[in-house]
């Protein structure tokens, strides 16, 4: 692609902002350390015949003694490597490129037969018969950390402070073995982390310039900002509607065509960094499309891409799409990264979820099933998928509907409770017996998982962090005459989980509160506007007492099943786990206190334990070893023998 530039770019580019066409060309596993305006002014320092700007190359590559036989393209002394070229090109198209180096390159490629490294073998044959096209740039501006480079030995640098620009061109990248690669690495994860919202805005424009659509866009978002009271307690919630967040869409690669039967359905859900484990489960449940919207820091969306790399799971699946919404703004913002999902699915049909909730095994196939026997595409419908709950984060799946009913009767599993409006009109008693879809009235405060067109109204962005997202979404669906069906085969479980910061919120601050009802209140007036007829919001009686539940005792911890439930202290109990425990240890001189205790509180697994039992065997490999290298060193420290036992974890 270099070498046809002059072709590739139209002549324009020469008579419009950049001067006599000239071009930088970067390989993109460089970081630059400097301004890159220092590199454009150095086009003035070329002479009237120069229009090729290139750095030495920094090893023995073209010198020919790296091994035995070894036989390079033909090159200028060292040759010139093209991770960074400085092209003016008029000059280059005076001179009839595209002629000259096809035809060096076919006289070449006669004894040669092929470029071992692309077109830098043509560029420095080309430069070696017209050395007059050719500017040496200054070393520091292409310092090369190829597995061979001499460029810290003599050929560039002494001190790292002197650099411009690295260049990663090793196949290793980042492991390369040079004594300066932790600065050099270093600076390059600074890059990677920095916080994009410093970057996004232009604080002193330039006159006389045309706005860009997107500064067109910034400017509408600003004075939709301009026209909020900055003294109104529910500041904080109203920016969070207007707010223009960075949005990087589809961060690894997608390949997914829907299925020719018209009837395809996907996934969507969105999720914030501390949910990131949830998606190779779910990606084991689920086998068809996915949508996910991920709320993330420049920060961590390298930790992100990091997991998925290493994911054997996740790596095999092409038809996930990861869209990049970067955190910007006090509260989570739930519907709008809902809605960014939503636009991008390329299915008929979608499954609008959450990411803490795993679908049964095969339900895929059994929505593609339901949209065409119920008729979805020609009529208003939302198909529901019954939602149940754990406190078990390493829960025996059910594979079947008596399965879950069975575990349902036992207590693993069961309904809501904390919010039973929620999902009380899926009329779960009902669908206990029920063996077809049937119907299901609307009633305030419902909130279930639907099945609907792709065309369905978007979410409601006003309705940020804890309370009423989903809600108002269902509401809005009945407004326009949904019909809500509940499949009789389908389900889904809820895994535990920590609180978020927002709910946490909600229920700390009465402010907080006070905003949402606010935020109610002024949806449902703007819906009766939309649709000409009255709503009303209902009264939140969300049950907040926390309701007693068992606990279950073993060797001194004591496992709560719920964040909700009390907290349950028996005598009995504590002084059974501390004679259990005394007679366990009895010869480590370990005692267990009879009166003193702590509570294990319900999470979500980490991210290092999914990463543990899931699919990196790599991720096992290292521990084991860490593990008998612990064991050796405490073997020696302490003159006595010690061994890892084996790990026997059920997983």
Same mark, same amino acid.
């Not at 499954?351 to 008729?375: N, Q, W």
């Given at each position: ?485 509940? %499949? ?9 989980? @920590? &609180?978020? $910061? #927002?709910? /946490? +919120? !909600?229920?700390? *601050? =009465? ?81 267990? %206190? ?9 999470? @979500? &697994?980490? $991210? #290092?334990? /999914? +990463? !543990?039992?899931? *699919? =990196? ?35």
């Amino acid at each position: 692609m270099k070498l046809v530039l002059p072709k590739a770019l139209p002549e324009a580019l020469d008579k419009a902002s950049v001067p006599l066409g000239v071009v930088i060309v970067l390989d993109t596993d460089i970081t630059f350390a400097s301004d890159i305006a220092e590199l454009w002014r150095i086009f003035h320092k070329f002479t009237s015949k120069q229009a090729i700007g290139l750095v030495e190359n920094q090893s023995d590559w073209y010198l020919g003694k790296l091994w035995k036989n070894h036989r390079p393209w033909p090159a200028l002394g060292r040759g010139f490597n093209t991770g960074v070229i400085l092209l003016q090109l008029q000059k280059l198209r005076e001179r009839n490129w595209m002629q000259m180096w096809k035809l060096i390159a076919e006289k070449e490629l006669i004894s040669m037969w092929f470029t071992s490294l692309a077109d830098q073998d043509i560029f420095n044959a080309m430069l070696k018969q017209h050395t007059d096209l050719l500017f040496r740039l200054p070393c520091q501006w292409n310092v090369q950390l190829s597995d061979n480079t001499l460029s810290e030995a003599s050929l560039c640098y002494s001190e790292v402070q002197e650099l411009k620009i690295i260049h990663w061109n090793s196949p290793k990248k980042l492991k390369v073995k040079n004594k300066h690669v932790e600065f050099f690495r270093n600076l390059y994860l600074t890059f990677l982390e920095y916080d994009g919202n410093l970057l996004r805005r232009e604080l002193i424009g330039c006159n006389g310039t045309t706005a860009s659509s997107a500064g067109v866009h910034a400017s509408h978002v600003q004075d939709a900002l301009n026209l909020l009271d900055e003294d109104d307690p529910c500041y904080d919630f109203r920016r969070a509607r207007v707010a223009q967040h960075r949005t990087h869409l589809y961060y690894i690669e997608y390949d997914y065509e829907p299925s020719p039967e018209g009837n395809d359905v996907t996934l969507v859900a969105q999720l914030s960094m501390d949910r990131l484990q949830m998606v190779e489960a779910l990606c084991k449940h689920w086998e068809g499309p996915i949508s996910l919207a991920l709320y993330m820091s420049d920060s961590e969306v390298q930790q992100f891409l990091s997991y998925t790399l290493s994911s054997e799971i996740l790596q095999s699946r092409k038809n996930v799409g990861y869209h990049v919404v970067y955190k910007d703004g006090t509260f989570y913002p739930v519907n709008m990264l809902r809605n960014v999902a939503l636009q991008q699915v390329n299915t008929p049909f979608v499954f609008l979820t959450d990411i803490d909730f795993l679908p049964m095994h095969g339900l895929y196939e059994y929505l593609k099933r339901s949209v065409f026997a119920l008729g979805l595409e020609s009529s208003r419908k939302a198909l529901i998928v019954p939602a149940f709950e754990t406190q078990r984060y390493r829960l025996s799946f059910p594979k079947t509907k008596a399965e879950l009913l069975s575990m349902l009767d036992m207590g693993t599993l069961f309904t809501y409770h904390v919010w039973q409006k929620g999902h009380a009109s899926t009329n779960y008693a009902k669908w206990r017996t029920a063996t077809t879809p049937y119907l299901v009235n609307w009633e305030p405060n419902f909130e279930p998982y639907v099945v609907v067109k792709r065309d369905v109204p978007e979410y409601d962005k006003r309705f940020v962090g804890f309370g009423w997202n989903k809600v108002s979404h269902i509401m809005e669906l009945h407004a326009q005459g949904y019909e809500f069906v509940v %499949l009789p085969n389908g389900f889904m479980v809820h895994m535990p989980h @920590a &609180p978020s $910061l #927002d709910i /946490a +919120r !909600f229920r700390s *601050s =009465s402010q907080y509160r006070k905003c949402l009802s606010q935020l109610k209140s002024e949806f449902a007036r703007d819906l009766s506007l939309r649709y000409g007829r009255p709503f009303s919001p209902a009264p939140d009686r969300r049950r907040r007492k926390k309701k007693a539940g068992k606990c279950c005792a073993c060797l001194g911890c004591l496992l709560v099943r719920s964040i909700i439930l009390n907290y349950c202290f028996d005598a009995a109990i504590l002084q059974s786990v501390a004679h259990h425990g005394a007679a366990r240890q009895g010869a480590t001189n370990c005692r267990c %206190l009879p009166n003193g205790f702590m509570v294990h509180m319900p999470h @979500a &697994p980490s $991210l #290092d334990i /999914a +990463r !543990f039992p899931g *699919s =990196s065997s790599q991720y096992r490999k290292c521990l084991s070893q860490l593990k008998s290298e612990f064991a050796r060193d405490l073997s020696l420290r302490y003159g006595r023998p010690f061994s890892p036992a084996p790990d026997r974890r059920r997983r």
